[in-house]
Antibody, heavy 121, light 107 residues
Framework: QVQLVQSGAEVKKPGASVKVSCKAS????????ISWVRQAPGQGLEWMGW????????NYAQKLQGRVTMTTDTSTSTAYMELRSLRSDDTAVYYC??????????????WGQGTLVTVSS | EIVLTQSPGTLSLSPGERATLSCRAS???????LAWYQQKPGQAPRLLIY???SRATGIPDRFSGSGSGTDFTLTISRLEPEDFAVYYC????????FGQGTKVEIK
């Protein structure tokens, strides 16, 4: 069965960086893409960006350009999302979700369990 | 960026009733690239509907989606106890954006 298992909760100080991992299993990793979606406490869903596990192409949400980097390690079927220069409003649950391999906009049919990132001094 | 506006914000209904949720886009969603998700507290979202009207794998047929262009609807024909949750629409025709959600609560 398809599974996306994310790394554990993180607490960071403002200005620091965080890197969240998402290990995929149960399907051919390079046949799909991975998007990252975040949800601030009590708020809605925000798409952050996408990476193709097939060719490494990326597409980031404009508001996060320059602060976010998404990568994959095809040898371990793992996707990573690094967010830099953290601010208090980056406090959220971060989800990885499976999408299309070739294009960024996609429906998300499987989701990770979420990783809580707390930014606090 | 396409903005999605969901209404109502909260829907108070009883089990067995019909739920009708609306999602309106600020501009036309190409090729009906519109999805609906269900989210329960402490859980990740679950895909219900994609392509505006296609049910995802394993989704009961009491869930149906309709619409095109800028107006889309999710209908739950008869609410089961497990259906009380928050529902989000998402467009994926131009980048990707989500609506702010509709909470379906027990009356």
């Amino acid at each position: 069965q398809v599974q996306l298992v994310q790394s554990g909760a993180e607490v960071k100080k403002p200005g620091a960086s965080v890197k969240v991992s998402c290990k995929a299993s149960g399907y051919t990793f390079t046949s799909y893409g991975i998007s990252w979606v975040r949800q601030a406490p009590g708020q809605g869903l925000e798409w952050m960006g996408w990476i193709s596990a097939y060719n490494g192409n990326t597409n980031y949400a404009q508001k996060l350009q320059g602060r976010v980097t998404m990568t994959t390690d095809t040898s371990t079927s793992t996707a990573y999302m690094e967010l830099r220069s953290l601010r208090s409003d980056d406090t959220a649950v971060y989800y990885c979700a499976r999408g299309e391999a070739a294009v960024a906009p996609a429906k998300f049919d499987y989701w990770g369990q979420g990783t809580l990132v707390t930014v606090s001094s | 960026e396409i903005v999605l506006t969901q209404s109502p914000g909260t829907l108070s209904l009883s089990p067995g009733e019909r739920a009708t949720l609306s999602c309106r886009a600020s501009q036309s969603v190409s090729s009906s690239y519109l999805a609906w998700y269900q989210q329960k507290p402490g859980q990740a979202p679950r895909l219900l509907i994609y392509g505006a009207s296609s049910r995802a794998t394993g989704i009961p047929d009491r869930f149906s989606g309709s619409g095109s262009g800028t107006d889309f609807t999710l209908t739950i024909s008869r609410l089961e106890p497990e259906d009380f949750a928050v529902y989000y629409c998402q467009q994926y025709g131009s980048s990707s954006t989500f609506g702010q959600g509709t909470k379906v609560e027990i009356k």
